[in-house]
């Protein structure tokens, strides 16, 4: 019968020997900042949360950029060194490794060669920048931000913050130009107010003086605009600007200088565009704001020239819609036209409105074509019996009935209103005389002829009925 063989069991394998330690390649290989020293100790945990904390303070370093984060990333820096020194077992234990500390050397000399030479190479990109924002060259400054990159935020975090606000000012200050010259050329205040509070912004800023000036001086000179309106749109704005009491206060010097030519020019412009009302406005403010200014004669001429205009158009309005039964709106309520000739001596050429069947035979040099030639405008109304002239008896030729019949000169209501003023310079009746009694007057059949009948007027009687009036 077979019986179980059993064996003697092996001993279990002996425990792998403790890595070797070097304390000084350990603290040299943690200089590096990458968590060597701790895998040479074989702490693969330690380095991994050490290297997850030197992330996180390079990643707060390159965000705000101050130099506290630097003095934390340092602090941090010789903790790590200290813990790997003290961890390999520092003055008392470990052993020298020559092949550890030349690793350990190697890397963290790369390293920190690697952090100084970004170091440097960020401070010369601020010194470059900070130098072309005093030359007020913006271009340059935007220049040299575009060589900073990450290697450039890690080692040298204080000056890429600087040469970051520089770079920023410069493009807002391309924003606030941008509005501004879009201001320029569409006379929108909306952008002339951003474009200047942009600059406001910016000129708080320390070292930002020549920038903002240049941007400034760059605005005031493409003034005035090719459009003599929308320059007066810009100065009006400038001149209300409350004061800050900066260098943007320098804008004033450009509203003396070009806003009285501006203003002139504006107001011609809408002269020829009829716009009466607002190049008188124009012309006037020349004259209250720049009172010593030597383009006062023409500002005055200008404003004479359109307050006539003005005159003139309400004129031509009341006289609109008039026709022979109806007169204009004039007639009850009387404009001035102050470019029209005084009422006096000689032919006062007139405009006639009302009753066509009598006026319409006065003499052409009576007449004004227009408002901008008359003197008068003369308001005539329905006529009705004046004055009797001669009284006639009539035979009836088919019942031999007699009638008294008795002629009247035509009487008519007449306003005169001198159009200079429009002052009413003649009211009452004008009175036409004319043939009277002829040989033979009709009437319906059976019936007895009107008591009363006007007279029959020729052209040479109704021009000496209102020659007084008109030819003094």
């Keep these: 019968m077979d019986h179980p063989m059993f064996a003697v069991p092996e001993p279990p394998p002996p425990p792998p020997p403790p890595p070797v330690r070097d304390p000084l390649a350990v603290a040299l290989g943690n ?34 950029g101050r130099w506290w984060c630097e003095v934390v990333v340092l602090l941090w820096w010789a903790a790590v060194i200290a813990h790997g020194w003290r961890a390999a077992g520092g003055r ?18 790369l390293v920190l060669l690697a952090v100084g030479l970004l170091r440097f190479d960020a401070s010369r990109i601020e010194r470059r920048v900070a130098e072309a924002r005093e ?21 040298g975090a204080p000056d890429v ?13 391309r924003t606030a130009e941008a509005k501004l010259i879009a201001a320029l050329a569409t006379g929108d205040t909306g952008s002339l107010r951003t474009g200047f509070g942009t600059l406001a912004s910016v000129l708080a800023e320390p070292g930002q003086g020549r920038t903002v000036a240049t941007v400034l001086d760059r605005f005031l000179g493409r003034l ?13 704005w400038l001149r209300l600007r409350p004061p800050t009491r900066n260098d943007l206060d320098r804008s004033a010097t450009a509203v003396a200088r070009t806003a009285p030519a ?42 004479r020239q359109a307050t006539l205009s003005i005159e003139l158009a309400n004129v031509r309005t009341l006289l609109e819609g008039a026709s022979d039964d109806e007169q ?43 408002a901008a030639g008359a003197v008068l405008v003369v308001c005539v109304g329905e006529q009705k019996l004046g004055s009797a002239v001669q009284t006639c008896t009539y035979r009836a030729e088919r019942t031999g009935k007699l009638s008294q019949v008795t002629f009247h000169k035509v009487a008519l209501p007449v306003k005169a209103y001198e159009l200079r003023t429009g002052k ?22 059976f019936a007895s002829p009107d008591p009363d009948r006007y007279v029959k007027p020729s052209k040479g009687d109704v021009r000496a009925a209102f020659e007084s009036l008109i030819d003094r």
Excluded at 93 to 109: D, M, N
Excluded at 228 to 234: L, Q
């Design 31 to 64: 200089a590096s900042l990458l968590g060597i020293g701790y895998l040479m100790l074989g702490r693969r945990r330690t380095a991994v949360a050490a290297g997850a904390v030197t992330i996180a303070l390079v990643s707060v370093l390159v965000s705000v």
């Design 92 to 109: 008392t234990g470990g052993v020298a490794v020559r092949s550890q500390r030349i690793t350990a050397l190697a890397v963290t000399a």
């Design 135 to 155: 030359d007020g060259a913006c271009a340059r400054v935007l220049s040299g931000g575009e060589d900073v990159w990450f290697g450039h935020r890690v080692a």
């Design 161 to 173: 913050r600087r040469s970051d606000e520089a770079v920023d000012a410069c493009r807002r200050l």
């Design 224 to 236: 005035p605009t090719q459009d003599a309106c929308r320059t007066v749109t810009v100065t009006d």
């Design 262 to 303: 501006a203003l002139v020019g504006c107001g011609d412009t809408l002269m020829k565009a009829d716009d009466w009302e607002g190049a008188r406005a124009r012309y006037q403010q020349l004259l209250d704001q720049f009172p010593q200014d030597g383009r006062t004669d023409a500002a005055k001429k200008g404003v």
């Design 328 to 370: 204009p709106e004039y007639c009850e309520s009387p404009a001035k036209y102050s470019g029209a000739a005084r009422y006096g001596k000689g032919t006062n050429r007139a405009l006639y409105y009302g009753n066509d069947e009598y006026t319409d035979r006065l003499p052409g040099r009576w007449r004004a074509k227009d």
């Design 424 to 445: 009413l310079v003649s009211s009452g009746k004008v009175q036409i005389g004319g043939r009277s009694c002829p040989s033979v007057i009709r009437s319906p059949a």
